[in-house]
């Protein structure tokens, strides 16, 4: 192991790392919330919207994540609006895991009982604000563990941005192996920066999953 590399382009890595971390935030909290209200569309007894949210979870979790990132990457370009790779691999990996966040979000509000919901909208609130305020709150609590894990595929998934010259860990990696042409070396130090990432991440849904596993 020449850990030379590490010193020698230790800025690179560090360059990488924290591009990484600013695409993975972004992505999650648009994930998140796109997800959430996709999750809402899927369960709406408005059946244009049940069938869009339908779709669109089957149409993103059965097609690659690469091709996800080029539509965003080559699309706008063909508009006339084109975007950077770091944009582009923000977006699509945003869109991507949003339909995996949506379905893990609708199997929680499944989870919460139906009487929730009856009794909100007895009180006068609508349908909306019984969603927002009532209902998903709870769901979310339930699903904060496959959440987490969602969260730390994607972390990982966000290697695919170096494809669009996204300005992240591996693209910095590819530029040293490929100066260095020690790939080996080179990108067992970029399985190392993950880890810095993934496993603390991994650490807290465990903890999170056995508080509610002794609450309920």
Do not use: C
Request: charged share 15%; proline share 4%.
């Amino acid at each position: 192991m020449d850990f030379s590399i590490l010193t020698d382009y230790f800025g690179l890595y560090l360059e990488g790392f924290w591009g990484t971390i600013l695409s993975s935030v972004l992505a999650l909290i648009g994930s998140f919330l796109l997800g959430s209200v996709i999750a809402v569309f899927r369960i709406t007894t408005v059946k244009g919207l049940r069938w869009f949210g339908t779709g669109y979870v089957e149409f993103v979790r059965n097609i690659p994540l690469l091709l996800v990132v080029y539509i965003f990457y080559y699309g706008p370009s063909a508009l006339g609006f084109p975007l950077d790779g770091f944009k582009a691999g923000t977006i699509g990996l945003a869109v991507y895991t949003s339909a995996f966040i949506a379905e893990a979000i609708r199997a929680g509000i499944m989870a919460v009982p139906k009487g929730q919901m009856e009794a909100a909208r007895s009180s006068g609130l609508s349908y909306i604000q019984t969603m927002m305020h009532v209902i998903l709150p709870q769901a979310i609590k339930l699903v904060i563990p496959p959440l987490g894990n969602q969260f730390i595929n994607l972390i990982k998934n966000s290697s695919v941005l170096t494809i669009v010259a996204g300005m992240d860990l591996m693209y910095f990696a590819d530029s040293i192996s490929t100066e260095t042409y020690r790939t080996f070396d080179t990108y067992i130090f970029v399985a190392v920066f993950y880890l810095v990432l993934t496993l603390p991440l991994s650490y807290g849904v465990r903890v999170w999953e056995r508080r509610l596993q002794r609450k309920y």
